[in-house]
Nanobody, 124 residues
Framework: QVQLVESGGGLVQAGGSLRLSCAASGTIFSINRMGWYRQAPGKQRELVAS????????RYADSVKGRFTISRDNAKNTVYLQMNSLKPEDTAVYYC?????????????????WGQGTQVTVSS
């Protein structure tokens, strides 16, 4: 009953910018963590950025530090990924990921959910 809906992917030129968004909806009591992964053709899925709820802790892949910024709107159950100075090697399918506690009466039960993925293509 939980769904992650991504938007904002597309085709951009090298050096350009793009902002991805992901909104969680459905039966949600609390969200422990939200983040972004990506997978390029022929490569494994890798963590891009992650945000832990409450403490303001964020993590970034070394390859995107200084260029990408993850942010949250907790009231809207939404996570964003601002991508600047895009490079062709950033081309991948980007996936939203979240750890969510669906029910208050089972508050110790958390589950991991994935979005369907959104394509980001950076041309040279």
């Amino acid at each position: 009953q939980v769904q992650l809906v991504e938007s904002g992917g597309g085709l951009v030129q090298a050096g350009g910018s793009l902002r991805l968004s992901c909104a969680a909806s459905g039966t949600i009591f609390s969200i422990n963590r939200m983040g972004w992964y990506r997978q390029a053709p022929g490569k494994q899925r890798e963590l891009v950025a992650s945000s832990i709820t409450g403490g303001g802790s964020t993590r970034y892949a070394d390859s995107v530090k200084g260029r990408f910024t993850i942010s949250r709107d907790n009231a809207k159950n939404t996570v964003y990924l601002q991508m600047n100075s895009l490079k062709p090697e950033d081309t991948a399918v980007y996936y939203c990921n979240a750890e969510i506690v669906p029910r208050r009466d089972q508050a110790n039960a958390a589950y991991t959910y994935w979005g369907q993925g959104t394509q980001v293509t950076v041309s040279s």
